[in-house]
Nanobody, 115 residues
Framework: QVQLVESGGGLVQPGGSLRLSCAAS????????MGWYRQVPGKQRELVAT???????NYADSVKGRFTISRDNTKNVVSLQMNSLKFEDTAVYYC?????????WGQGTQVTVSS
């Protein structure tokens, strides 16, 4: 069974940084587009960033210049470096692995930006 396990969430002050990681197992990691999404209660899950199998990245406008997604195909890990965090970045962050016909999700990790 495919597993995506997120880590690195927590409580941080505005302007601070966090690094999320997602460890994937039981998939051919290098063949998947990996992504980070987030969701707050009462709202739809939204794209944060994606990275293709060849390293092309895409970001939501709200995080451009502050967040960086990266992947390590040797370790089956995708990471999200989040800098200059804002109150509105507070959400549950989910890791995803996607390719045509397949779609996997982690259990999510809470990020709370608060003073």
């Amino acid at each position: 069974q495919v597993q995506l396990v997120e880590s690195g969430g927590g409580l941080v002050q505005p302007g601070g940084s966090l690094r999320l990681s997602c460890a994937a197992s039981r998939i051919t990691f290098s063949t998947y587009t990996m992504g980070w999404y987030r969701q707050v209660p009462g709202k739809q899950r939204e794209l944060v960033a994606t990275i293709t199998r060849v390293g092309n990245t895409n970001y939501a406008d709200s995080v451009k210049g502050r967040f960086t997604i990266s992947r390590d195909n040797t370790k089956n890990v995708v990471s999200l470096q989040m800098n200059s965090l804002k109150f509105e970045d507070t959400a549950v962050y989910y890791c995803s692995a996607q390719r045509i016909g397949l779609d996997y999700w982690g259990q999510g990790t809470q990020v709370t930006v608060s003073s």
